[in-house]
C-alpha cells in the first residue's frame, strides 16, 4: 500500500528517513518543476534549480508543515517564494514585455497546434495572472488555497483567475468549435 | 465575454498542457544535497550512558578495586567543616553556572 504524503513526513520528522523524503520529491517533482517552468517561461534549467531550491527548503523546514493545508500547497507556496526571490534578483521574470504583447499572433496562422497557442497564450498573460490560473485551473487548488500560495487575498485571486481565462478565452477563440 | 468557451473545456486543455515531467535524475540530485543525517537524540543518550558506565568500570578497577572510596571517606571524615561548607558552596555556584548557561542555549535555540 502506497504512503500518503501525511506518513511520508512524519516518517522524516521522527526518523530523518532520507528515503521517505525522496518519496516526497518524486511524488511531486513533475508539478512543482512544471508549475515553476511556466512562472519562469524560458530558462528551464533555472527552474529546475528553483525547484531544487524549493525541495530543500521544504526539507529544512519540514517542522513548519503542520498538515492543515495539503503537503502540495505548502510546496507550492515554498516553489513561489523561490520564484518571487528569484525575480527580485532578475527583472525578466517578472511582468510582460511589451514587445512581446505588440506582437501577439493569430493563433489560427502561427501555430497550428492548439496545445502550442495555449502554451503561448498563457506565456502572454501577466505574472499574477498566470500564477492564479497556473494553480487554479491547472494545478487544482482552490481559491483559497491559491490565495495562501500566493499570500494574497482571495477576491484578488477570484479576479486575477477570471481575467486571465478571459484572456485565455480571448486568445484561444478560434479554436472554440473544435 | 467569451461565452464561447466554456471554463471546463479551458480547464481541461490547461491540465492537458501541464505533461508529466519525468524525474531523469532529479530527485536523487536533491537527496544528494540533503543536510547528513542527524545522529537520534535516543542513540546520543545510550552512546553517553555506555561510555560513562564504561569509564566508571575502568577508573574502579584501575584504582584497586575501589579502595579508595572508602579513603575518601575517611578523608571526607576528619576534613574542618568550614572546609566542607567552602567546598559545597563551589559546587552549588558551578551547578548553577551550569544550569545558567545551558537555559541561555535554550532560548537562543528556541528564539532562532
Known sequence: ?178 | MNEDIPNDWLDTRLRDEASYIDDAGFSALVIQKLPARRVRRSYRAVILLALTVVASALAYFLSGSGGFVGELMMRFAVMPLSLMYLGAMGIGLLVMIGGIFAAISKSGQHLR
Open chain 1, 1 to 178: 500500500m502506497a504512503l500518503t504524503d501525511a506518513d511520508l513526513v512524519a516518517r522524516v520528522l521522527l526518523n530523518d528517513d532520507h528515503h521517505a523524503f525522496a518519496e516526497l520529491v518524486r511524488n511531486h517533482q513533475s508539478t512543482v518543476r512544471g508549475l515553476l517552468r511556466q512562472l519562469v517561461r524560458t530558462d528551464v534549467s533555472l527552474a529546475d534549480d528553483l525547484a531544487q531550491e524549493t525541495f530543500l527548503r521544504a526539507y529544512k523546514n519540514l517542522r513548519s508543515f503542520r498538515g492543515e493545508a495539503r503537503f502540495s500547497t505548502w510546496l507550492y507556496r515554498i516553489a513561489y517564494n523561490c520564484f518571487r526571490e528569484e525575480a527580485r534578483k532578475r527583472k525578466e521574470l517578472v511582468g510582460i514585455d511589451e514587445a512581446q504583447l505588440a506582437a501577439e499572433p493569430d493563433p489560427h496562422t502561427v501555430d497550428p497546434a492548439l496545445k502550442h497557442d495555449l502554451a503561448h497564450a498563457l506565456q502572454l498573460l501577466p505574472l499574477h495572472e498566470r500564477t492564479a490560473i497556473l494553480l487554479c485551473c491547472q494545478n487544482g487548488l482552490s481559491h483559497d488555497e491559491a490565495a495562501r500560495v500566493l499570500d494574497i487575498p482571495l477576491g484578488t485571486v477570484k479576479t486575477n483567475v477570471l481575467r486571465g481565462r478571459e484572456k485565455l478565452k480571448r486568445s484561444l477563440a478560434l479554436w472554440a468549435n473544435n
